[in-house]
């Protein structure tokens, strides 16, 4: 079974940081597209970044493109979430899901795994003065 957790969020001030976690149980990520989504109080869910497991590219939605970046340990076990010069507008529950498949990561691809992803638990940023 396809198992994930997403662990990391906190309180934090404007301008800091955080790194979210998300490991993966039964499996790695080698074969497959990780992606971070995120839901604000009152807002739709929308996808943050992708990373792609057979080609290791990344995908940024704008609002984050240079504050964010995802990666992966060396084992392809866990996908990190590092986030720098944090807004109040980032606070929301962080998810990450994931699809087995070779794309390269886009946007097309982070839709594709709002659909049909499997999926973690979230867990709560707050970015707060």
């Known amino acids: 079974d396809v198992q994930l957790q997403a662990s990391g969020g906190g309180l934090v001030q404007p301008g800091g940081s955080l790194r979210l976690s998300c490991t993966a149980s039964?499996?790695?990520?080698?074969?497959?597209?990780i992606g971070w989504f995120r839901r604000a109080p009152g807002k739709e869910r929308e996808g943050v970044a992708c990373?792609?497991?057979?080609?290791?590219?990344?995908y940024y939605i704008e609002s984050v493109e240079g504050r964010f970046t995802i990666f992966t340990d060396s084992d392809k076990k866990t996908v990190y979430l590092q986030m720098h010069s944090l807004k109040p507008e980032d606070t929301a529950v962080y998810y990450c899901?994931?699809?087995?498949?070779?794309?390269?990561?886009?946007?097309?691809?982070?839709?594709?795994?709002?659909?049909?992803?499997?999926w973690g638990q979230g867990t709560q940023v707050t970015v707060s003065s």
């Open positions: 039964g499996f790695t990520f080698d074969d497959y597209v």
């Open positions: 990373i792609s497991g057979v080609h290791g590219s990344t």
């Open positions: 899901a994931a699809g087995r498949a070779d794309y390269s990561a886009n946007y097309y691809v982070l839709r594709w795994l709002a659909d049909f992803g499997s």
